[in-house]
């Protein structure tokens, strides 16, 4: 490690030990270790043209000092550099300064220049009156935080033509407008916008004005930012503007330290499925290229099947939840009550049993029937993302059952699954084959509806057919599930 990144790794672990997480928080302010944004650095190809580098959200400027330092040891030819360097938070502000002062003093051509002003309100209103700078690099590591729909910076998104949720793709999605033809732009950013319903105008916004260049994993999920509590799983990602999509180069490794790492070109159709109206992103490891879903596999919509969340959203219903069953009261399910994919019900836990007969119920109700039921939220401790539990007809007392809003509910018109194909569902969704594929495309321990109409389904006849199968067996385990499935995937 040199000097500047000695300087600037003490600085970080000072401010991440220092400063209130209140303050973080407010501002989304995570700071990149030195180590990352090395890396991300050395993912920019030589040039010798002028360079204007853009950094949103520089905190120390880490990032901008890194690509510096890379530009200055290896000799490049480039006439001019120049750095805008975003930040609000006045606390870092004279660290930022002296930090790139140093970094750019060493080039014969170059100047830097810090805005303390919000980066999306500034961006979008020069964008709107055409007065904006443009880039030829943008390195950077936005602030993460949710934004509400009326809020200022959902507006300012939309200068941009985007609709989003997240600060981190508002940031990015201005950086990316301010980025030239053929500009390269590298972010360290949650993986969340790879997959789900909020994040689809942000992926449609990166595949009309980018190529995807690289993509690169951490394989542990705390690793990338592990002073600070953050446990979204990050990926560095590198876009280039407007310019041709070729092969995605996709590199993993197992922290920070990047020892070990491993790195392969792939197709983008294997990055995004060719019929996917959902756009998800898929990140193939090694293992999995060329095993993209065979054409015969079906989705939901070809299967009639239809999956929804759980509808009892409990807090709003309080004055009808009860600890036990009583007459007039219906079965209510959360997924404390699935064990061993099947339901263990009633449980003497913190959760109610039972949900009382009313009229905002009726609707609610889910009649007799067979039903599979994904959990929303998988614990830290089950070893795999997506648990699916049957639901039979000889669970019900009555006609009639609640779900819980954590949980996922695969039905055929708000009624009972045919008994074959609900067994096979269950198979087929606690296959070690659809783990892999969620992993694919989600970060997250979360797994809802849209997920699981993204994943790939055998046909009805083959369904039925490992229902049939995994009926004879009384005791379930995974081994039976893979066995099972495999005899469609083969």
Not at 58 to 80: H, Q, V, Y
Not at 338 to 352: A, D, E, G, V, Y
């Amino acid at each position: 490690m040199g000097m500047v990144a000695e300087k600037l790794e003490k600085e970080r672990i000072i401010h991440a030990v220092k400063t209130p997480l209140k303050h973080k928080e407010e501002l989304g302010q995570y700071f990149t270790p030195y180590p990352i944004a090395h890396f991300m650095s050395s993912l920019f190809p030589v040039t010798n043209k002028k360079i204007r580098l853009l950094d949103p959200g520089a905190g120390i400027g880490t990032l901008s000092c890194s690509f510096m330092e890379r530009i200055a040891k290896e000799k490049w030819n480039t006439p001019d550099i120049h750095v805008s360097a975003y930040d609000i938070d006045k606390d870092i502000y004279s660290i930022l300064n002296e930090n790139l002062a140093a970094s750019s003093s060493v080039f014969k051509k170059s100047d830097y220049e810090i805005f303390s002003e919000d980066f999306l309100e500034k961006t979008s209103f020069e964008y709107s009156r055409k007065i904006n700078e443009t880039y030829t690099h943008v390195i950077m590591n936005p602030p993460y935080k949710k934004i509400q729909t009326k809020s200022k910076e959902r507006q300012s998104a939309r200068t941009f033509g985007l609709e989003t949720v997240n600060l981190y793709s508002a940031f990015m999605g201005a950086a990316i407008s301010l980025t030239e033809d053929n500009g390269y732009i590298v972010a360290i950013v949650p993986r969340s916008f790879c997959n789900g319903v909020y994040y689809k105008p942000f992926r449609e916004f990166i595949l009309k004005s980018c190529a995807i260049k690289h993509i690169h994993l951490f394989e542990s999920r705390d690793k990338a930012f592990k002073d600070e509590a953050v446990l979204q799983e990050n990926i560095i990602i590198m876009l280039q503007k407007n310019a041709k999509q070729g092969n995605v180069k996709i590199s993993y490794c197992k922290d920070d330290s990047f020892i070990g790492l491993s790195e392969f070109d792939t197709p983008f159709s294997q990055i995004l499925y060719k019929d996917d109206k959902e756009k998800y992103f898929h990140i193939p490891t090694k293992q999995q290229l060329g095993t993209e879903p065979p054409t015969v596999y079906s989705n939901l919509k070809d299967l009639k099947i239809s999956v929804s969340t759980g509808p009892i959203v409990d807090f709003r219903m309080k004055e009808i939840l009860r600890k036990n069953y009583e007459e007039k009261s219906f079965p209510l399910i959360y997924p404390v009550h699935l064990k061993n994919h099947r339901l263990i019900w009633p449980q003497t836990s913190k959760k109610p049993n039972a949900i009382v007969e009313s009229e905002v119920l009726k609707k609610q109700l889910f009649p007799k029937g067979f039903y599979v039921l994904v959990k929303r939220f998988s614990t830290k401790e089950e070893k795999k993302r997506i648990v699916a539990s049957l639901i039979t007809p000889n669970d019900f007392i009555n006609d009639g059952i609640a779900f819980e809003n954590h949980l996922n509910v695969f039905h055929l018109k708000k009624s009972s699954l045919n008994e074959n194909i609900a067994y096979g569902l269950v198979c087929w969704l606690n296959s070690t084959y659809i783990d892999e594929k969620f992993r694919l495309f989600s970060g997250h321990t979360q797994v809802n509806a849209t997920d699981l109409r993204n994943l790939p389904y055998p046909s009805i006849e083959d369904l039925e057919k490992i229902g049939k199968k995994i009926k004879k067996y009384k005791e379930w385990n995974q081994q039976i599930f893979d066995e099972l499935s495999e005899e469609v995937t083969k």
